[in-house]
């Protein structure tokens, strides 16, 4: 069926859009930028923020562009007097309840409302009068929400809502008392928030922010005690380089690793390595079971609030997760125990720092059962966003665009493709694929593009024939999407073998660690994918694709773990889970 | 055949004031009388006239006994019901005239209203079916079951010019055609009882005195647009209301008038109860709609305007308590008889529940056109204590005052909107001369400041900003400047918040600077409140040569703000008292002891 047009004007603009549209399409068509708050493209048309407002000819009162609907001869104005003073009014009220510390907030220079603020020549003391005054909620390991900083655009609401079917924040308390927090007051610690941080990747303000460890990390790297160790995750290569204004994806493996050697990190490594090193366990894994009758659909547990939301949700499905360690652990893990002697360093005395895409790996790494080198020693010290290492290296005075190309240090820097691709939905499973469908047949494989399981859509399946086995499998990215795999487990309908599944829509690429970008970048441009076009560029590009063919990994089965699966692997590489429920 | 009926008020005014216990007493007298076969006791809606509550009458005589006690009762069986003799002293007086009236219908508060919602109330049992029965009840109903298709009923109600009750007079037969119209294989119909205003009450009443009116009405909705499933909205703060509509809806279950394959017509209708949680913003449709569902009352966006998604995304027909009330009747009686009443635009009675500086404060019902002046003075019996009438607000928080110069207007939609104000759901507050404007419109924006839902930004802090101007007028700080800034920000409210609440808030500090802008300069140029009301800008002074030094004052002066001085004025034999300003709290508790005019506020 052909879509009807509708001609409408925008500012005497002629324009044609499809039936269905809002004026804040139409208008961009024409286009001219209506500015938004509140609105974020396919979770949150709530019309309450009233930053789009325009007249359309006959409305008794202005109207939000970003909910209201084209109609056939519709006249718009968007840049009235009227429009644009209602505008300013909008912004100075938000501003006159708004903790106003700019200079020293987080999101100075990248906050929505001060941009906007600026370009309507807003007075920011126009009104006096009461302002709130809220407990900051900073209870988790991840995560700070200042409410004082809250415009209520409710953004974070509907990403935790809609993407993460988590939905542990909600409006509480109503009018000028309206703020946002769990049920009944509690802190976000005792709720089964899992920490993702999606709510802190679309708030327009320095209202949500990750618990920063940059402190921490720079006391580590002054102590002369401390053997410290980076690690960085698939993703932050993709990301790093936004916040030193590169074009959304642009790859900076090289810069970054330059970067963090000219911090002062005793080495600079690549948690891809331990991307590789968790394919070699979760192949096992998974062939093991389909050959012993183990629990299937088997289930990645590379991310962290996916590890928490089925803790929750799903108390009674646990025995689906795979019992590998994230890479983020294994990292910490392989170095402590077979790194740490490898070099003659007592573990106590190595402090490992990763750089994640992520802020639930902040709290991963307080989970029990993660310090393979014994108790009170962490496999991982200390967690690093993209975002708090861009500003480290701002802070350092290190000209990041100016640096050169280097490599990671060795052995563990060493990676393949399959290991970068982990920072995309479908990348566990593909480079799972890689390396289960050559050990089954004991042959080559012609290609290891598995492409049906490549793309940003929310569940995609694919089946394959593995040594004359058919595996299903299933790939989920964003949780409500893994909600649905798991009901169909626990309704007993998963037709599935084997399920990969990342926390945030489009998998880590997209993870609530990496640079925020504004609603009108998000409304406008795909980031997800253009981040992870970025990524398998990269696998295309490496001599290795197949985490078995790693060397470092060969290595380090060779000279330590012995066996994939072996009892010594599974001591530091594998983990359990716990049943929280609601 | 009983030989005498008793009513007792059981709406909810008179059951504050006991008369559950007056109506278990005459139970009590009469079975001591041995009358039980002669006279029956029936538990009523509401009359109306609250203000003389708890309300007793006797028929056939029609006694109207106002004001009724416990301890009264045994004296109307034992004078009344056993001798035949009417109790005099209990007799409704008017206020007015001071003349007794014995019947309720020669009451100047009844001649001039019109009762067509009200016309069961204070006349059934509400919890009985069969006494709505014999007042016609239902027979609308089985008029549109078996006579009408449904679109003849929607033609009738669109001819019948019924407008929407609820405030906005949207025209009810549009709505219903536009719902009809929709596409969705499901509909709802759906009653706003989430009465909020404050002071109005008139839903509360139907829903108390005639429950059935308005399942009937909503049977008949649900078959003109094609719903089977409807929802009665009501606040959980009208418990008697609440208790009421469930036992009848039992009662029209039980009945065959609700349920599967009603009255063997193959029409499938149910009724379920809802209850609200308080807010007053749930009285705002999308905001109903999204309660009901069972999400945080907030309003949402329109369009899509209910009639093509609203509960549970499908097409439904929202209308209030006092619309519905209509229904049966324009079914019964016809467009024509309907439009005979009212004004041209505004067609039929509306009811108002009368509250303030009034007489007789209680609902009424007048026809559409009726001046403000027969609203307040023939039936509210004016303004007490020969005080001077100086407005009255309607629409409740929405809507604007009216000042005396319009008290000819004949009230419809249309002219209650030209001069400013709103029909809203009915509520007119009577204010008089020692009302001060500017806290009038402080009252009602504190309620919606209250009441905001906090979700759009012009509503949750604009309006904050807009009280915290008025509250800076009424303490004496404000400028001229500030006057001019809170115009403005009144209109931008009004231009940009997201739904009705916002939208309307600043009506009450829009008509007031329209009719006493005066006030407000006074407030703001010379620290002054005309009417005495603003605390901040009283003073409690002592005329010293009228202080005989008794010190009444300075013993009940809470913040020890009053001492004495060593002035002795002439004729008098102790030394005069004195107010320290600076101590004064303003109570007012030293001028109401003052026995000898010696202290003013000014």
Redo the contacts between chains.
């Keep these: 069926m052909e879509t009807k047009m509708i001609n409408l004007k925008i500012n005497g603009i002629a324009v044609s859009v499809p039936e269905g549209s809002t004026i804040l399409q139409a208008a961009r068509q024409a286009g001219i930028k209506i500015p938004t708050l509140c609105y974020l493209k396919d979770i949150n048309?709530?019309?309450?923020?009233?930053?789009c407002?325009v007249e359309v000819k006959g409305a008794r009162?202005?109207v939000?562009a970003c909910?209201?609907?084209v109609s056939e001869g519709m006249e718009v104005t968007t840049n009235s007097p009227?429009v644009m003073?209602?505008r300013k009014?909008?912004l100075e009220?938000?501003l006159?309840?708004h903790k106003k510390e700019c200079l020293s907030c987080v999101r100075n220079k990248s906050c929505e409302l001060q941009s906007l603020a600026l370009e309507y020549g807003c007075d920011e003391n126009k009104?006096?009068?009461?302002t709130s005054n809220y407990a900051i909620d900073d209870t988790t390991p991840y995560l700070v929400r200042d409410n004082n900083k809250c415009?209520?655009c409710r953004r974070c609401v509907a990403a935790c809502k809609e993407y993460q079917s988590v939905a542990v924040i909600?409006?509480n308390?109503?009018?000028?008392?309206?703020h946002i927090a769990c049920a009944f007051e509690n802190p976000l610690s005792s709720v089964a928030c899992v920490g993702c941080g999606q709510c802190i990747t679309v708030c327009p303000t320095g209202a949500l922010t990750e618990k920063s460890e940059i402190d921490n990390v720079l006391a580590a790297l002054a102590d002369p005690n401390k053997y410290v160790i980076v690690g960085t995750a698939p993703s932050v290569r993709v990301g790093l380089g936004e916040e030193f204004n590169s074009p959304i994806g642009t790859e900076v493996e090289g810069k970054m690793a330059a970067a963090l050697r000219r911090m002062g990190f005793d080495n600079v490594f690549d948690v891809d390595f331990a991307a590789d090193l968790t394919i070699m366990e979760e192949g096992t894994e998974f062939i093991h079971r389909v050959q012993n009758g183990g629990t299937l659909p088997m289930i990645t547990s590379c991310s962290p609030a996916w590890i928490k939301f089925i803790e929750h949700n799903f108390p009674d499905q646990l025995a689906h997760l795979s019992t590998c360690k994230s890479p983020q652990q294994m990292f910490g893990a392989i170095i402590k125990t077979y790194y740490a002697e490898k070099i003659g360093k007592d573990p106590k005395d190595i402090y490992v720092v990763s750089v994640m895409p992520c802020t639930a790996k902040k709290f991963e790494k307080t989970r029990p059962d993660q310090n393979a080198a014994g108790e009170n020693i962490p496999d991982i010290d200390a967690v690093l966003t993209t975002r708090e290492l861009a500003k480290m290296i701002k802070r350092m005075g290190i000209m990041f665009n100016d640096l050169p190309s280097e490599k990671f240090d060795d052995p563990l820097g060493i990676s393949t493709g399959a290991g970068v691709i982990f920072g995309v939905t479908g990348g566990v499973m593909e480079a799972a694929l890689r390396t289960v469908a050559e050990k089954l047949t004991g042959k080559e494989l012609p290609s290891v593009d598995f492409v049906e399981v490549r793309g940003t859509k929310g569940i995609k399946e694919a089946e394959y024939d593995v040594a004359g086995i058919k595996v299903k499998v299933a790939v989920a990215s964003g949780l409500a999407n893994a909600r649905v795999l798991l009901d169909q487990i626990k309704e007993g309908k998963s037709p599935y073998h084997f399920i990969e599944i990342m926390s945030c829509p489009g998998g880590c690429v997209n993870g609530g660690g990496q640079p925020i970008r504004t609603a009108d970048e998000r409304n406008n441009v795909d980031i997800k994918a253009t981040r992870a076009a970025s990524i398998y560029k990269l696998d295309k590009e490496m001599p290795l694709r197949k985490s078995h063919d790693n060397p470092a990994i060969k290595a380090v089965y060779e000279e330590y773990l012995g066996e994939p699966g072996s009892h010594k692997a599974h001591h530091i590489l594998h983990t359990s889970y716990i049943k929280r429920g609601l | 055949m009983y030989r005498s009926h008793v009513l007792v008020c059981g709406g909810t005014g008179c059951h504050s004031n006991n008369s559950a216990n007056i109506l278990k007493a005459f139970n009590e007298e009469i079975a001591k009388a041995n009358l039980t076969a002669d006279v029956q006791t029936v538990q009523t809606g509401c009359f109306g006239l609250c203000a003389v509550g708890p309300v007793v009458i006797v028929y056939p005589e029609g006694a109207f006994y106002s004001c009724v006690k416990v301890e009264d009762v045994p004296e109307i069986v034992s004078e009344h019901l056993v001798k035949g003799r009417l109790v005099e002293r209990l007799l409704y007086k008017e206020k007015a005239t001071g003349k007794t009236v014995k019947a309720l219908s020669e009451t100047n508060f009844y001649k001039k209203q019109t009762r067509v919602v009200l016309r069961n109330c204070g006349v059934i049992n509400p919890e009985n079916i069969d006494e709505y029965i014999a007042m016609d009840g239902y027979q609308a109903l089985i008029k549109v079951l078996t006579k009408m298709q449904p679109q003849e009923v929607i033609d009738e109600v669109l001819a019948s010019g019924l407008r929407g009750r609820g405030g906005a007079g949207f025209p009810t037969g549009r709505k219903w055609q536009f719902t009809k119209d929709a596409v969705g294989d499901v509909k709802y119909v759906a009653c706003n009882a989430d009465e909020g205003d404050p002071g109005a009450f008139m839903d509360r009443s139907v829903l108390e005195g005639d429950p059935h009116a308005v399942i009937e009405a909503m049977a008949i909705a649900a078959y003109a647009i094609g719903a089977q499933q409807g929802y009665v909205y009501v606040r959980a703060e009208y418990p008697i209301a609440v208790r009421r509509l469930q036992i009848a809806i039992d009662q029209a279950k039980e009945y065959g008038l609700l349920g599967k394959n009603i009255l063997g017509t193959g029409f499938n209708f149910d009724l379920e109860i809802r209850l609200g949680a308080g807010?007053f913003?749930c009285g705002e449709e999308t905001a109903l709609m999204t309660s009901i569902e069972g999400n945080?009352g907030?309003p949402?966006?329109r369009?899509p305007f209910p009639a093509h998604k609203g509960l549970f995304g499908k097409p439904t027909v929202l209308n209030n308590v006092e619309t519905y009330a209509n229904i049966a009747q324009i079914i019964l009686k016809g467009a024509d008889w309907f439009k005979s009443m009212g004004t041209e635009k505004s067609r039929g009675t509306k009811v108002f529940a009368l509250g303030g500086k009034i007489v007789n404060t209680g609902l009424v019902e007048i026809p559409m056109g009726t001046t403000l002046r027969e609203v307040i003075e023939d039936i509210g019996g004016g303004v007490p204590n020969g005080k001077k009438f100086k407005a009255a607000q309607t629409g409740g928080p929405s809507g604007g005052c009216i000042p005396a110069e319009h008290f000819d207007i004949p009230i419809d939609y249309d002219n209650l909107i030209s001069i400013g104000s709103m029909m809203g759901s009915g509520g007119m507050i009577v204010m008089d001369e020692d009302n001060c404007m500017v806290d009038i419109a402080k009252f009602f924006l504190t309620f919606t400041?209250?009441?905001?839902?906090?979700?759009?930004?012009?509503c949750?802090?604009?309006n904050?900003?807009l009280l915290?101007y008025l509250d800076k007028i009424t303490s004496g700080k404000a400028t001229m400047q500030d006057l001019e800034d809170m115009e403005k920000?009144c209109y931008?409210i009004?231009?940009?918040?997201?739904c009705g609440l916002g939208?309307t808030a600043p009506n009450p500090v829009l008509s007031t600077l329209r009719y006493f802008r005066d006030e407000y300069i006074a407030h703001i140029r010379d620290k002054k409140c005309p009417a005495g009301v603003c605390k901040s800008l009283l003073q409690y002074k002592i005329i010293k040569d009228n202080c005989i030094g008794c010190g009444m004052c300075q013993r009940q002066c809470p913040a020890n703000a009053i001492s004495r001085t060593d002035y002795i004025a002439p004729g008098k034999k102790l030394a005069a008292m004195e107010i320290d300003p600076s101590k004064c709290v303003k109570c007012g508790a030293c001028m109401s002891t003052c026995k000898f005019k010696a202290i003013i506020k000014e």
């Excluded at chain 1, 308390?173 to 309206?178: I, P, V």
């Excluded at chain 2, 400041?449 to 012009?458: H, M, Q, R, Y």
């Design positions: 048309a709530i019309g309450a923020c009233r930053v407002v009162s202005l939000a909910v209201f609907p009227r003073s209602s009014t909008t009220l938000l006159s309840d009104y006096k009068g009461a415009i209520l909600g409006a308390a109503r009018g000028f008392d309206t | 807010a913003v945080r907030e949402r966006v369009p400041v209250d009441e905001s839902c906090g979700k759009c930004t012009p949750r802090i604009g904050k900003r915290e920000l931008y009004k231009d940009n918040s997201l939208q």
